[in-house]
């Protein structure tokens, strides 16, 4: 149902965004007497695109916080001992700066061979140049689909239908986001998709909450953007392994104690 309802105010918007975006090009390139398309480069796109994106992200946030479907708040993280929920927020960190470097070995190798798309390229070329805005951007982003991934749906799944068997539904949750990315990029990125899905679903399991994936998240769009135009170095691995193995290690063992018990 939670899906449904996020898909059906994402259409309604994409489309009456589209049909805008398309209208307001169109008009500008006939008054101006230019040919159509002149105006649809990629700062035009993204500044349309942003404008709607939030639009859709302030009404998708009403919904679910409105209804009471998903919240923001700290689920069972404890307040006390702080060391906790720092090495919590400390962990996620570290896993997702992982994360982003094996994400950008794997994407420099697609460009490098020629099976990541022109538009995927340029789209990751203009944020880097454009790194603060598309920062935040993609917190805007990112905590609206967390919340209703995780907050709403997978919490659903977790609490309700699947509530003795989180590792299943997580690894089918996790499979769904590698097959997504096969289909929308390359085989290659498959695998950091499908470990950054576990890792955030099992941190959902251990948390109920949110906030540590919205940090992981961004964590990761700082990282991976910034590493954009700079060559991957195979010896990178070992960094992925050591930091990301160690945050995954600080953040779960610090939860261990008040996960759910299955």
């Known amino acids: 149902m939670y899906l449904l309802l996020a898909l059906g105010i994402t259409l309604g918007v994409v ?34 695109g942003s404008v709607f994106v939030i639009i859709l ?34 962990g996620m960190i570290m896993a997702m700066a992982g994360m982003a470097v094996f994400y950008h070995l794997m994407l420099d190798k697609d460009i490098e061979r020629g099976f990541t798309r022109e538009i995927v390229a340029e789209s990751y070329s203009w944020m880097h140049q454009h790194l603060v805005f598309s920062i935040l951007m993609l917190i805007i982003i990112e905590a609206t689909a967390n919340l209703v991934i995780y907050g709403a749906v997978l919490r659903e799944l977790l609490e309700w239908n699947w509530k003795h068997r989180p590792g299943l539904i997580i690894q089918i949750y996790a499979a769904i986001m590698a097959i997504f990315c096969l289909i929308n990029s390359s085989a290659s990125l498959m695998y950091p998709v499908y470990m ?21 998240d961004v964590t990761f769009w700082i990282v991976m953007l910034c590493l954009v135009g700079i060559p991957a170095i195979a010896w990178w691995f070992l960094i ?10 600080l953040a779960f063992n610090a939860m261990e104690p008040y996960k759910p018990i299955d």
């Not at 302030?58 to 090495?87: D, E, H, M, N």
């Not at 992925?240 to 290690?249: Q, S």
């Open 15 to 48: 489309f009456v965004g589209g049909a805008t975006a398309g209208f307001v090009a169109g008009f500008i390139d006939g008054f101006n007497g230019d040919k159509v398309g002149t105006t649809s480069s990629m700062t035009y796109m993204v500044g349309v």
């Open 57 to 90: 992200c302030a009404i998708l946030q009403w919904v679910f916080l409105k209804l009471g479907f998903a919240s923001y708040t700290t689920g069972r993280i404890p307040k006390s001992p702080k060391s906790v929920s720092w090495k919590l927020y400390v």
């Open 196 to 216: 950054i899905a576990q890792i955030e679903g099992m941190m959902y399991h251990y948390t109920r909450s949110i906030l540590p994936i919205i940090v992981g």
């Open 240 to 249: 992925v392994v050591l930091v990301a193995g160690a945050g995954v290690y």
